[in-house]
C-alpha cells in the first residue's frame, strides 16, 4: 500500500515534467489577410467642386421674333458647367454655378462669302442643389446674372447683359469616397430688357455629364 501511494505522488510531477498536460489555448486567430471592418456609407465633404460638359439647343427672342441659336452661331451646340459652393445639410447644397451654351460654325452671308460665327449665352448663378433622399436623385434651382455675345470673323461682335433663371434635375452615382458621376438636364430662361432692335430674351436646355467632389 505504501509503494501504491508514493507512486500516486510521484505521477502529477512526471505528466507536468514531460509535457502530458495540454498547452494553453492560443490567442484568437487574427482576421484573414486583405479582411476590412465594416465602414460606413461615405459622407459629404463641407465643401464640393465640380465640371461638366454636354449639349443641347437654345433660341433668342426680340421685337415678337424668335431665332434659333444656330441660326446665330453656327451647327454646333456645346454646353459648359463649373460648379463650386458648400455643404449645408447632407441634402442640401448651396454654391456658385456657371452654365454656357455656346454654338459655333461657319455661315455664309448673302454675297456668298463664308465667315466664321458663334454665339454664346452664360449664365452666373446662385445655385441651390436638393437630395432628397440624401443621394442618388436631385434638383436643382439658382437666379443669377447673364450674357449674351455673338462674334463673326473675331472682328464684329457684340454683347447683352440680362437676368436669369434655372432649374434643372438629375442622378449622381457615388464612386469611392468622394467623387460622383452625375447625368443633368437643365433649363435656363433668360431677359434682357426691352429693345427696338436688340435681344430681349432667350432661353435654352442642356444636357450634361457631371463630374463632381462632394
Known sequence: MKAIALLLAILPGLALAQGMYPPPPPDYPPPPPGSQRYQGAPTR??????????????????????VNLGDLGGGGRLGFNFKIGATLTPKLLLGFDLLTLST????????????????????????LTYFPWERGFFVRAGV????????????????YAGFNGDVGLGYAFWLGDSFNFTLNGDFAAQTYGS?????????????WLGFDWY
Open 45 to 66: 465633404s463641407p465643401w464640393y467642386v465640380g465640371f461638366g460638359m454636354g449639349a443641347g439647343d437654345g433660341s433668342v427672342s426680340g421685337q415678337g421674333q424668335r
Open 144 to 159: 443669377g446674372p447673364t450674357f449674351l455675345s455673338f462674334d463673326q470673323n473675331s472682328y464684329t461682335s457684340s454683347s
Open 195 to 207: 429693345s427696338s432692335n436688340a435681344p430681349e430674351s432667350s432661353r435654352f436646355f442642356l444636357f
Open 104 to 127: 459655333f460654325g461657319t455661315q455664309v452671308d448673302q454675297y456668298g462669302y463664308t465667315y466664321d460665327s458663334t454665339a454664346t449665352i452664360a449664365d452666373a448663378d446662385v445655385m
